[in-house]
């Protein structure tokens, strides 16, 4: 029987491996060399660092993170030594629309504007720019792309040079890996000369990775009144994070952005059943069946006297309210991992119904774009 080392905050998992496995779980800062020496594989989330340190001399064929980043395992030293990894490509996509959606339309809402009205620069258009930049175009958005990988590969021709989202853009969001070397290196990308290059007026939104934002430089253009505001949801240097960075921001959250319950469940369902494969087991396409259902699943609007987006505000923050979560790390920064691992109930928007009294055919679409059902 195989032996698996397991990161206690997968959620869904408990129970699913142990009819073939033998399955510890622990906290993911728990998971040492000491522990893993005997262990065949490894289901972890972003907090154990797969160094050759923790890897060398032990029994370990397989490591699957149940997250869409993977710059905690040293892929060149699993790949030289034999041992198989995997991520959980766009398993939050989602989600992170989700977040986004409720950030730009709170943004919008407290600073009287019309997302229609504005442009919004994508940097990095994989799997979860491009549900963002779906989001966009169904608002009537003039979006930006910047994605330098799919340039190369597709053609300049749907993409545009990272000066030109910084000079053009009056919200700029994004949505990149942390590559720390090579020609699409993103390590502190966003730094002092990106941001001169901000348009005066614009918004920066980062919930990729904390490390591609050099913090202070973000700090001190925020003190200058040049840009109108940040929305962070990644921190260099977490759970430590920058509390007067934190301050300054329009909302801060605690790495949450892709973590809704649909986008947990994905993850844990694609490297348990790449365990699987590898390992021969006898389980094939599994997906928790124990998906809780949202507390209010039917949203009831109506339309009379409200704009479009409006209508999409009010649906969207019926999924998912933003402030909460800005509000709980505010409230108390310290507990910044307790506030990942005990994160509550959230679903995306296809868990959901809408019941539109009245509203136009462009609004349904926009829903139903969304994923919403719309009655």
Known sequence: MIKIIADNKIPFLNGVLEPYADVKYLPGKQIDRKVILDADALLIRTRTKCTEDLLKGTKVRLIGTATIGF??????YCEKNGITWTNAPGCNSGSVQQYIASALLKMSSEFRFNLKDKTIGIVG???VGSKVEKFARLMGMNVLLNDPPRA?????????????????SDIVTLHVPLNVVGEDSTWHLFNKRSFKKMKKGAWFINTSRGEV??????????STGKLAGAILDVWENEPDIDLELMGKTFLSTPHIAGYSTDGKANGTSLVVNFLCD??????KNWYPSDVPKPENPVISITSKGKTDEEIVREAVFHTYNIDEDNINLRFSPSDFEKLRGDY??????PAF???????TKKVRKILEGLGFKVA
């Open 213 to 222: 934002l050099e913090t202070a430089s973000l700090r001190k253009i925020l």
């Open 71 to 76: 710059d905690h395992i040293d892929t060149q």
């Open 152 to 168: 190369r590969k597709e053609g300049e021709n749907n993409f545009v040079s990272l000066g030109n989202v910084l000079y053009e």
């Open 278 to 283: 590898y390992f021969n087991l006898p389980m």
């Open 125 to 127: 258009a994989g799997n």
């Open 353 to 359: 119904t809408i019941n539109l009294d009245g509203g």
């Open 344 to 349: 509550r109930l959230r679903r995306e928007f």
